[in-house]
């Protein structure tokens, strides 16, 4: 179908779908972003995240405690409890030449129909990142109406709670690439926001994203922390062939092995007496995850 009768057809469905987005707080303990565009599905709202892995790549988000709640394994609802936001780690990987990773939420429902988000004036978020994101908003359909060039707004590293308005102004898609879409157009098309990291492989930092919502829309709670996660521990964990055991634990903690495309491959209960057997993971490297009361350690491991 020709690109241009694809965005106006995107528009056009879009249009009749205009509403408020009431801004969400982590330090409020909100789960959900209630975007007041639900396509019915009760779906919309939820973060997932996202990552350059299914282009070949390595990228990852370390969680500070696990993910998951009696719906979801990768529900976000812990980490929010945790840091009063979403933290941690973003690690950007080898294998694809443009590493990323990220974090956003569907405006519409997992089916990603986009809406018109023209009243909103902009974007408000407030954040802390030791490495810079960047604010995006995606249409429906990225892959062809835009090929991924969508419009987006760069932020500065920030070392302690930061509140940024950006005016739809401050949007815009870069040169060179992808397909250009008149603003006026994409923004009735809008299927979901993101907060993206991407830069150099090797690139890696601490975040928190403690609230997004419309243009001025963000009274700025929060911590002044990069992250709120329970206090450091002096766990260590130790890797004799393929043998995971664990010192520093003084209760029962769970512990996750991570791969770098930020999938957890094995987890269990550990104990400063117990171990865990990695005999069935492939060589490589992985991250270490172990969460508990008063522990909260992350390490990585090369299993050879």
Not at 64 to 89: F, K, Q, R, S
Not at 196 to 205: C, D, I, P, Q, R
Not at 230 to 246: I, P, Q
Request: hydrophobic content about 40%.
């Amino acid at each position: 179908m020709n690109k241009k009768i694809l965005i106006a057809s995107a528009f056009l469905a879009a249009a009749t779908m205009v509403s408020a987005l009431t801004t969400w707080s982590g330090p409020n303990g909100d789960y959900r972003v209630d975007t007041g565009l639900d396509d019915g599905s009760d779906e919309s709202g939820y973060w997932y995240t996202y990552a350059d892995d299914a282009n070949g790549g390595s990228s990852a988000i370390t969680w500070p405690v696990p993910t998951g709640n009696e719906y979801d394994d990768n529900a976000l609802d812990p980490i929010i409890d945790n840091c009063g936001g979403l933290c941690g780690n973003v690690s950007l990987g080898a294998g694809y030449d443009y590493p990323f990773a990220g974090l956003g939420f569907n405006l519409t429902g997992p089916s990603q129909t986009g809406a018109d988000v023209t009243s909103w004036g902009g974007v408000c978020i407030t954040y802390s990142a030791s490495v810079a994101p960047i604010l995006e908003v995606a249409p429906e359909d990225e892959a062809t109406v835009t090929e991924y060039n969508n419009y987006m707004s760069k932020l500065k590293v920030a070392a302690s709670k930061t509140t940024v308005n950006l005016a739809w102004s401050d949007f815009k898609q870069e040169s060179g690439w992808g397909v250009t879409v008149p603003q006026a157009s994409y923004l009735g098309m809008v299927a979901a926001v993101k907060v993206k990291f991407s830069g150099k492989a090797g690139t890696s930092g601490d975040f928190n994203i403690m609230e997004v919502g419309e243009n001025g829309q963000c009274p700025g709670g929060g911590s002044d922390a990069i992250s709120a996660p329970v206090a450091a521990s002096s766990v260590k964990a130790m890797l004799s062939g393929r043998t995971l055991s664990f010192s520093g634990i003084n209760s029962v903690a769970a512990a996750e092995v991570i791969n770098l495309q930020g999938q957890v491959v094995l987890k269990g209960a550990v104990s400063a007496s117990s171990s865990l057997n990695l005999a069935s993971l492939d060589a490589g490297v992985y991250m270490v995850r172990v969460a508990g009361k008063a522990v909260n350690h992350s390490q990585k491991i090369v299993l050879k």
